[in-house]
Each structure stands twice: as C-alpha cells, then as structure tokens.
C-alpha cells in the first residue's frame, strides 16, 4: 500500500474536493484527503495525503500559511471574492498612496479580530454558513482571533493593489481585502489568490495533477518530513510496544506538547504530552502509523 503527502498546486477553478476526487483516480485508492480548503477560484498549494497519512492531515491546521493576494477596489461584494453579488460601488476614485497602503496593511499584523466571511464552510448551528447565505436565511457570524505574521505591498496599480501575506490558521484572505478597504474607505473584493506555501509545503515544489499523473507514485512525500513542524521525540525501544497500544508513558518534559514520536529511524505516529499534578509528565498516544 502506497502513503504518502502530494504538494498539489491545485488550479484555479477546482474545487478542492474535486482536485482529490482527481487524485483518488490516479492511484485508484478512496482513501485520499486534504489540508486547508482552497476556494475554487483561488489556486497555489494544496497539501493532499493518500492512505495512513490521512491520519495526520489535522496536523498540518497549526501550519503558518503564505499568500499572495490581488485586491481590487471600487467594488465590494457579498462573498468577498468575484462570484458574488456587488454590494457596494466607489465611482472615480483616486488609489490611495503607496504610503497610505503600508501604514493601513500595519493596522492587520499581529492578532486581529477578524470575521470570517458568510459565504465560507464555517458551521453555524450544523450548517455550513455559504448554505444558509444562499438561501438568504439570516445568521450571525461571530468574529475569531487570527494572526498575521506579515503583509507586504507588491504592486499597486489605478483600482488593484497585490499583496503578500504570512497568516496562521483560521485566516480568512477575502476578509482581510474587505477590512483593508474599509480601513482605506474604498469597497474592496478578493480578485485572485494564491497560496504560496503550507508549513514546508511550497509552490516552488508543488505538482499540476498531470504531473502527478505522470510521476505516479514517485510523488509521494514521507508522512514524517512533512510534519517536521512537531518536535522529534525519540522513545525508548522498550517503550514502543506500549506506546503502539496506547499506554501511556513517563517522560522528563516541563511542556505540554504535540510530538512527532520516533525510534531511531522509525516513524512511530503522533503523541502528546501532559503535565502530572506532580512535576511528572505523561507521553500519550494520538495517532499510530501501522492502526
């Protein structure tokens, strides 16, 4: 049985389920998954993972992410993006300045209060919010804490700036661009957006899905690289058999922590350790390679 990560750079126009429903035909397997949804206008990185490494697809959500953004303002629109409806018009308008911009984008870095979007799969009450909003059925959407690493101004022109954006998880780009433009009092809507990079997923080494095709299995990634992420822990050989059955182990550790648990050249899964009420620690199992 093959397992592995693929670094899909997924087309514009794809939804990502569809790219995995591509991928599940190349190697003929149901057992394929993905991490992070990209919007289906939206294009670059996808990490994709086949057979037991769709164990470990949650691991890759903590991951720092990298965008780059183009932004068109004049307009807004009720999804944010291009697909939907405008809800607000600037006509004859004047660009902001390049100075203006870099001293708005400052106001985003750091942890923000952001609202996600209502056309997004967020579940409200069970249901996914883009459901319940083409429907017009009312609901409120609550705000989160998301953080933003860095944004950077690449090209400004009369109506589009582009941007570059380092974000952790939960980060919604289309409202970023609706906030931006509220700061700088234009409407504005997500035009196009790449993702450049997921943890040590990277555009630079992303595959077309004919590239898969063609590479076959020869593109798969080990589930361990692509969770350097985690620290390394290195068990015990005497404690590997109790670990793979899910008894818990006494470790030397002051942190509570998620850990990438291996024995010598072996990837054994993933583990957790817990603080004891007495300075002990506790390594717990989360998820095993070979189950």
């Known amino acids: 049985m093959i397992d592995g990560f693929i670094n899909l750079n997924k087309p514009s126009g794809m939804t990502s389920h569809d790219a995995v429903n591509r991928v599940r035909r190349i190697f003929s397997t149901r057992k394929v998954g993905h991490a992070g949804t990209l919007d289906p206008a939206a294009s670059g990185v996808l990490p994709v993972a086949i057979n037991r490494a769709t164990k470990f697809i949650t691991y890759l959500a903590d991951c720092d992410k990298s965008y780059r953004a183009e932004i068109l303002f004049g307009i807004a629109t009720d999804s944010g993006d291009l697909e939907g409806s405008v809800i ?15 001293t708005a984008l400052k106001d985003f870095v750091g942890e923000i209060e ?3 979007p209502k056309f997004s799969a967020i579940k ?8 319940l909003a083409r429907k017009d059925i009312a609901f409120y959407m609550p705000s989160r ?7 950077e101004l690449v090209t400004l022109s009369k109506d589009t700036a ?32 790449v993702r450049l990079r997921v943890g040590d997923f990277d555009l630079n080494n992303a595959l077309t899905l004919d590239d898969i095709k063609n590479i ?29 059955n899910g008894l818990p182990t006494t470790v030397n550790a002051n942190d509570e922590r998620v850990l990438r648990i291996c024995a010598g050249e072996n990837f054994l899964g993933v583990g957790r350790i817990e603080r004891g009420e007495l300075r002990s620690s506790t390594l717990r199992l989360e998820k095993v390679l070979d189950v």
Request: proline content about 5%.
């Open 114 to 116: 952001q609202t996600p």
């Open 162 to 193: 582009t941007i570059d954006v380092d974000c952790g998880k939960g980060t919604y780009i289309r409202s970023l661009a609706r906030d931006l433009g509220e700061r700088l009092n234009l409407p504005a809507t997500l035009k196009s957006l």
């Open 145 to 151: 804490r998301v953080k933003i690493n860095r944004l």
């Open 88 to 102: 607000a018009r600037a006509n004859d308008f004047i660009m902001p300045t390049v100075d203006a911009f870099n």
């Open 124 to 131: 409200i009450h069970g249901r996914k919010a883009y459901d």
């Open 216 to 244: 076959g299995a020869d593109c798969l990634l080990p589930i361990e690289g692509c969770l350097n992420h985690l620290p390394r822990f290195e068990l015990d050989e005497r404690r590997i058999k109790a670990f793979m």
